[in-house]
């Protein structure tokens, strides 16, 4: 449901002496989008057929992306086939990538796509036809392969980073990752060049590259199989990861740590399939989940730090999990979540709303499925402006993304950048200092979220927020504040309207407060019980 509220942040106000002092906000001059969505875990939406699969992807209108041999497929959001998209591909498909504008990037091994020359990478326009305005060619150097794209992220600008095996973009000097520009031209002195295969790619807020694969070496520098590049592409000296000598799949979470699903040993000794490393790339001993292989695919992080973990194992922390299960912040299974049981779980992705996709077999079934199930928990987010920041606050089953950007736009169609978010508790926030937001212009926030097979592919999650003078608290007239009575302001809204005054603690969770018929453009509200602690208000129009 789309709501709208608008006003200003408050400073610190301070009550009369009989009220205890204490901090309260007012949320003015913003808007809000938010929803939830909860059912049991085994409810599935629908399970579709394939003839196999190694990524997913999500595209802005809700549509589902399927990656894999022979094949690029797009499911409607009710899981029938969408004819509209039919690429021809005699090669492979690794990765079905979203961008932010919407268009679709492909990687894999191929040569041709719709009959024109595409060599291992190509792109679609939103509608699935292709773009012919991005022409770059991956080079294949391999004397077996002609090169492999295994995996794709984004990077603010419009920038985009490769990584696969056995391939180079013309102009550069090494191989096996590679970046285009945000004008898709190869960025000839981003050259890591791992001496191994690059399965997984996700980029940080600060703009520094995680990678993973199978190397153990960047840059000329011994690594891991798990590292961290500078944005320029130079290895990050402060990032030391031994122990893991080939990683699956990788997951960057919101405090910075790392979840990686491959074999750790210590001291040649195997200790676990699934492990977290801090922020400096060291193990994290506070993580105790096993599972009893190292065949670890897919991972996909929610906002409420749970993790689902896909793969082809039949125990995961001593719990019997057969290839999906989910582990809670701590590293404990999950015992919420009792899926179905898979033989292999191949691919995950998780919608805005918290659905889940899966593709893989079933147990005991010999072909595969793409599901998508219900959740157990509410996916919730949160867009506002407050005349000067910008905050995206996000959480419960929501994806978590690796960084925010915000936009402006004045028709909806050409978008300004504002800036990339710094991420606060629960969120993101961006004081834009480039660009005025006026009334009747639209804010954007945007997010990569990491999906498919080894978490090589991408899509943004986006909210868009309306702005509008029509419905406002107002913090100018000296209303503000508090009384005997509690605290209050007037607010003004269009005449003959209903207005719904909600007030949270959190920003996440909002209770409808009152409601008000406004007979005139003005009104005043009084939060009779304001004294219990610190409180952000909202308005939005009621039925």
């Keep these: 449901m789309g709501n709208c509220y608008f006003g200003k942040q408050s400073r610190l106000l301070r009550a009369k002496p009989r009220i205890h002092r204490t901090a309260f906000f007012a949320l003015l001059g913003c808007c809000s989008l938010a929803f939830t969505a909860a059912a049991q875990v085994t409810n599935y939406d629908f399970n579709v057929q394939v003839s196999n699969i190694y990524s997913v992807s999500i595209q802005q209108n809700g549509k589902i992306l399927v990656a894999g041999p022979r094949t690029g497929l797009r499911l409607n959001t009710n899981g029938t086939v969408d004819p509209s998209f039919a690429p021809t591909n005699p090669g492979v498909f690794y990765s079905l990538a979203v961008q932010e504008d919407g268009k679709i990037l492909g990687g894999g091994s191929f040569k041709l796509m719709n009959g024109q020359p595409h060599t291992n990478i190509v792109r679609f326009n939103a509608d699935g036809s292709l773009d012919p305005t991005f022409n770059t060619q991956v080079i294949g150097t391999g004397l077996l392969q002609p090169g492999d794209v295994f995996c794709l992220a984004f990077e603010p600008g419009g ?39 690059s399965f997984g790619l996700a980029v940080q807020a600060d703009g520094k590259i995680l990678a993973s694969g199978d190397f153990n070496s960047l ?27 080939y990683a699956n799949c990788m997951a960057l979470l919101a405090d910075g740590k790392i979840l990686v699903g491959a074999t750790a040993t210590n001291n040649g000794v195997i200790i676990s399939n699934l492990v977290r490393l801090n922020v400096d790339g060291s193990l994290d001993t506070n993580f105790n989940t096993h599972a ?7 991972l996909a992080v929610q906002c409420d730090g749970k993790v ?50 899966v593709g893989g077999k079933l147990a005991g079934q010999s072909t595969w499925y793409v599901g998508r199930l219900q959740n157990t928990e509410p996916a919730i987010q949160n867009l506002a402006w407050d005349g000067s920041a910008i905050t995206w606050m996000r959480g419960g089953t929501a994806p978590e993304i690796g960084w925010a950007s915000f936009q402006v736009s004045t028709n909806s169609t050409d978008w300004t950048e504002l800036g990339v978010g710094q991420r606060i508790p629960g969120g993101w ?22 999906v498919g097979q080894y978490n090589g592919t991408t899509w943004f999650v986006q909210s868009y927020l309306p702005i509008t003078s029509s419905l406002a608290i107002v913090t100018h007239d000296g209303s503000a504040g508090f009384s005997s009575q509690g605290f209050g302001f007037n607010f003004t809204a269009p005449a003959n309207s209903s207005v719904i005054i909600e007030s949270s603690t959190d920003l996440l969770n909002w209770i409808p407060t009152a409601t008000n018929s406004v007979n005139s453009n003005s009104r005043y509200f009084n939060d009779s019980s304001s004294a219990s602690g610190n409180r952000f208000y909202r308005l939005r129009q009621g039925p």
């Design 308 to 357: 689902l973990v896909g793969g082809r194992f039949t125990t995961l922390g001593g719990q019997p999990r057969k290839g999906l299960g989910r582990v809670n912040p701590d590293g404990t299974v999950d015992n919420s979540f009792v899926p179905l049981d898979y033989d292999l779980v191949a691919a995950l992705g998780l919608d805005a709303d918290g659905k889940i996709l």
């Design 219 to 245: 840059g000329g520098t011994a690594s891991g199989s798990v590292a961290r590049l500078n944005p320029n592409g130079t290895p990050d000296p402060g990032f030391s990861m031994a122990g893991i000598n």
């Design 429 to 450: 926030r961006l004081v834009p200092t480039n660009q005025t937001i006026q009334s009747g212009s639209v804010i954007r926030a945007g997010g990569p979220v990491s």
């Design 292 to 298: 009893n292989t190292s065949l670890m695919y897919a």
């Design 159 to 197: 920038k985009k980073l490769l990584g696969g095996s056995s391939f180079r973009l013309p102009g550069q000097s090494s191989q096996g990752m590679a970046r285009l520009d945000g004008l898709d031209s190869p960025d000839s002195a981003f050259n890591p060049g791992p001496n191994g295969t």
